[in-house]
């Protein structure tokens, strides 16, 4: 962890000013020069430039990339020792390979229809990427958790991933070929009809909007599925506040000498080595200050009750395998413990495909989108950079309250509710960031858009299929290498 320093410039060698720069997104330029009966129809007339039904087309490009080509690209810049454990989870199924090839999906999604509408993008909306966390009053709400690729973008190219997804997932867990269709219309009608109700809302009420949990759940028509989301969440909310100390004896131990450390535990945490466990270098106190100036005078304070004791690299999911994450271990001066989660902000799988983004900093760029997509952010996520290594940085708490979805249990009836649920908040943080009128003019009132939809997910579901066979036949053959975990 003693390689992040931030990227400051000239003008902001001030440790008081974050490196903000002044610049407004594309997203934004034009968003109070309508009203929104007249987007409306504006959405609509996009229609005649790009029909709905023509989203249901998918065939690959003429000269359209090796996907495992397109893997390695994906790799490049990462920790090489780390990259055949991340081939090893991708090759477990066509769900896992999905997980890890945004890149992949980008470079397709380039070449198919467009309306025409750009917003603020996830840019790896697939149905894990969404989970309940806990707002700063500690409610409970639902939206996008991981941003990592986030920049401005065509809609269309989130919803059709998140589609996706749903198909692939349902083929995972053998639920037959008309509730996979089923579920990517689900996800797509949620996703219309609430963009519809959000634009009816004036931008105020839009912008302190939040799924919330426990509205979420009482809506489960189902009482046997309703009873465990509600103990689940029960569960979650016991823990609030104690998440650090439920997790500090797992990652962290006592030294002879008393001093704490995170434990390595390889393959999935470890301590890079040439950084002394426990040696908390200048570097890493440098970044680690202009951190703390990108974040609210008042969090400033906060954070300052804690030392920084420790911190060694995470190993976390499947896309970002390889990248330098980190934990942090930070304590007060009772010896209560705090950990914060460092994650390098490489360039976004959109930008080859969508335009460059306006931050110098990808980990400026990731929190612009935390911020203006989720309804409530983390109070410690701020941004920094890696002086030796020359890598971005976001920073945020680690598991505040964090619920992820068992989505490989799932049947229909439990299938189908989160589709709903992630096409709700996929339209409400698409909503936040973009012109939700224009987006429901195009879309319309009929099924028309989501039949398209379902029928793309079907399609790219089996091109999927065909992309994770050429990647198996390359880790048998051996020109990709994987471990497998056990």
Same mark, same amino acid.
């Given at each position: 962890?003693?390689?992040?320093?931030?990227?400051?410039?000239?003008?902001?060698?001030?440790?008081?000013?974050?490196?903000?720069?002044?610049?407004?997104? !594309?997203?934004?330029?034009?968003?109070?020069?309508?009203?929104?009966?007249?987007?409306?129809?504006?959405?609509?007339?996009?229609?005649?430039?790009?029909? @709905?039904?023509?989203?249901?087309?998918?065939?690959?490009?003429?000269? @359209?990339?090796?996907?495992?080509?397109?893997?390695?690209?994906?790799?490049?810049?990462?920790? !090489?020792?780390?990259?055949?454990? @991340?081939?090893?989870? /991708?090759a477990q199924s066509p769900f896992t390979f999905y997980r890890g090839t945004a890149l992949n999906m980008a470079a397709d999604l380039a070449g198919t229809p467009s309306s025409g509408i750009r917003i603020q993008c996830c840019g790896d909306a697939h149905l894990l990427n969404f989970g309940g966390f806990a707002t700063p009053e500690r409610r409970v709400i639902l939206s996008i958790n991981d941003l990592d690729e986030t920049n401005p973008a065509p809609w269309e190219w989130d919803l059709k991933r998140l589609t996706t997804s749903f198909?692939?997932?349902?083929?995972?867990n053998g639920l037959g070929e008309s509730t996979e269709r089923d579920m990517a219309l689900a996800c797509t009608r949620a996703y219309r009809e609430h963009m519809r109700a959000f634009s009816k809302m004036n931008v105020m009420e839009l912008w302190y909007h939040a799924l919330d949990a426990e509205t979420l759940i009482a809506g489960i028509d189902d009482p046997d599925i309703r009873s465990r989301a509600v103990k689940r969440l029960t569960k979650e909310k016991e823990k609030a506040g104690k998440v650090a100390e439920d997790i500090f004896p797992k990652l962290a131990e006592e030294t002879i000498?008393?001093?704490?450390?995170?434990?390595?535990?390889?393959?999935?945490?470890?301590?890079?080595?040439?950084?002394?466990?426990?040696?908390?270098?200048?570097?890493?106190n440098e970044a680690f200050q202009n951190y703390r100036s990108?974040?609210?005078?008042?969090?400033?304070?906060?954070?300052?009750?804690?030392?920084? /004791?420790?911190?060694?690299?995470?190993?976390?999911?499947i896309g970002s395998v390889g990248t330098y994450c980190w934990v942090m271990l930070l304590m007060d001066a009772d010896g209560n413990p705090f950990f914060l989660q460092v994650k390098e902000a @490489?360039?976004?799988?959109?930008?080859?495909?969508?335009?460059?983004?306006?931050?110098?900093?990808?980990?400026?760029?990731?929190?612009?989108?935390?911020?203006? /997509?989720? !309804?409530?952010?983390?109070?410690?996520?701020?941004?920094?950079?890696?002086?030796?290594?020359? *890598?971005?940085?976001?920073?945020?708490?680690?598991?505040?309250?964090?619920? *992820?979805?068992?989505?490989?249990?799932?049947?229909?009836?439990? /299938?189908?509710?989160?589709?709903?649920?992630?096409?709700?908040?996929?339209?409400?943080?698409?909503?936040?960031?973009?012109?939700?009128?224009?987006?429901?003019?195009?879309?319309? *009132?009929?099924?028309?858009?989501?039949?398209?939809?379902?029928?793309?997910?079907?399609?790219?579901?089996?091109?999927?299929?065909?992309?994770?066979?050429?990647?198996?036949?390359?880790?048998?053959?051996?020109?990709?290498?994987?471990?497998?975990?056990?």
């Open positions: 962890m003693g390689v992040i320093q931030n990227k400051m410039k000239k003008e902001n060698t001030s440790s008081r000013k974050p490196p903000v720069k002044s610049k407004s997104t !594309p997203v934004q330029s034009e968003l109070s020069k309508f009203t929104k009966p007249e987007n409306y129809e504006k959405g609509k007339a996009l229609r005649d430039k790009c029909p @709905r039904e023509v989203h249901a087309k998918w065939r690959p490009a003429t000269g @359209r990339p090796d996907p495992v080509a397109l893997v390695l690209e994906a790799e490049e810049g990462r920790m !090489p020792d780390l990259l055949p454990l @991340r081939h090893g989870r /991708m198909v692939i997932a349902c083929r995972d000498g008393g001093k704490y450390l995170i434990k390595d535990q390889l393959p999935a945490i470890f301590h890079l080595g040439n950084i002394t466990p426990g040696d908390v270098e200048d570097a890493l990108t974040l609210a005078p008042a969090y400033q304070v906060l954070l300052d009750h804690f030392k920084v /004791m420790d911190a060694a690299i995470k190993v976390v999911g @490489r360039t976004s799988v959109l930008e080859k495909f969508a335009g460059k983004s306006v931050f110098d900093n990808h980990g400026q760029r990731v929190v612009h989108g935390y911020r203006l /997509m989720q !309804p409530y952010s983390d109070i410690f996520l701020g941004w920094t950079h890696g002086r030796l290594q020359h *890598k971005d940085y976001y920073i945020r708490q680690l598991r505040d309250m964090k619920i *992820k979805f068992a989505v490989e249990t799932f049947g229909k009836a439990e /299938m189908e509710g989160y589709a709903n649920w992630c096409g709700q908040a996929l339209a409400l943080s698409h909503a936040r960031s973009g012109d939700s009128s224009r987006i429901s003019g195009y879309m319309g *009132k009929s099924e028309t858009f989501d039949e398209a939809l379902a029928t793309f997910s079907v399609r790219y579901a089996d091109q999927n299929e065909k992309d994770y066979a050429r990647f198996r036949r390359a880790v048998r053959t051996g020109k990709v290498e994987a471990v497998f975990e056990d």
